[in-house]
């Protein structure tokens, strides 16, 4: 027999921007320009809510309302051309940061005071460093972080030097939160911008890695763009997408290319050399859904991981 049901609402958000403030307090910032660009996604409520009625906070808004057709840009802050925006608005105001969110604000972006993007690798690293530093401040001896394979090599260093354990993990939502249960880690860094706390249910939340970066910008004395100098020490490639007819074909180009190097097959393969002077690594992934290979490439020089990436592209596209 049915029943007459009820309906009850149940505002989240102060409880949500209360339990955010006490995982990274921003009370006592230094006066700092932010602009913020939400893409028309839900970061429009969630910003003003966390952020706005911060008084060490100028918030300079872009693209706040609502809008599920995004009529501006696609709300996907790994696209460059997603950031052109932010960075022109930057520059425009003098602002110390920008941040970009994407259409459900799980993913956070950040530009330098000078327009020019901060690598997610970059962003992992300084959170890492920042939560691993919390749980060791609450007795946690040696915490546990999680970083995909493509992240920077910059990214392990830090959490080791920090006295924590470094994890690499595959690629994927879903395999990193699995993770972070298994490994009780205390945050998880993907390339994609993904950042994971397990403050937050083992969940990803781009507002969280937002303001510890605003809480380090305002700790730090020094600028965005020094800040992330530090943490960006290698060159990297970047992922670069190449649409081919025969994978297994392709791939077998570059295994051939790369034989005389070590590779491992994990999530793909990476190819790695090091010697005294210099190093590398070479990853090559097959896309799960399209006809894709996916190559990522970091060195120790600039002119190296060209010399790499170039010579795997030419391999992938057969013309070597």
Known sequence: ELTQGTIRQLDVM???VEYLNQLVPLQGSKKLKIVVDTANGMGGLTVPAVLGKNPGLEIVELYFDLDGSF??????PLDPKNLVDLQAKVLEVGADLGLAFDGDADRCFAIDELGQAVTP???AAIVAKREIARAQGLGETSPTVLHNLLTSRCVAEVIEAAGAKAVRTKVGHSLIKDRMATTGAVFGGEHSAHYYFRE????DNGMLAAMHLISELAEAGQPMSAIANHYTPYFSSGEINSTVTDTTAAKARVAKLLEA??????????????DQSSWWWCNVRESNTEPLLRLNVEASSKELMSEIRDAALAAIADKA
């Open 121 to 123: 690798s970059a962003v």
């Open 71 to 76: 009529p501006n840009h696609e709300a996907n």
């Open 200 to 203: 937050f249910w083992g969940a």
């Open 261 to 274: 190097n070590d590779a491992e097959d994990f999530d793909g393969t990476t190819y790695s050399f090091v």
């Open 14 to 16: 102060p409880g949500y």
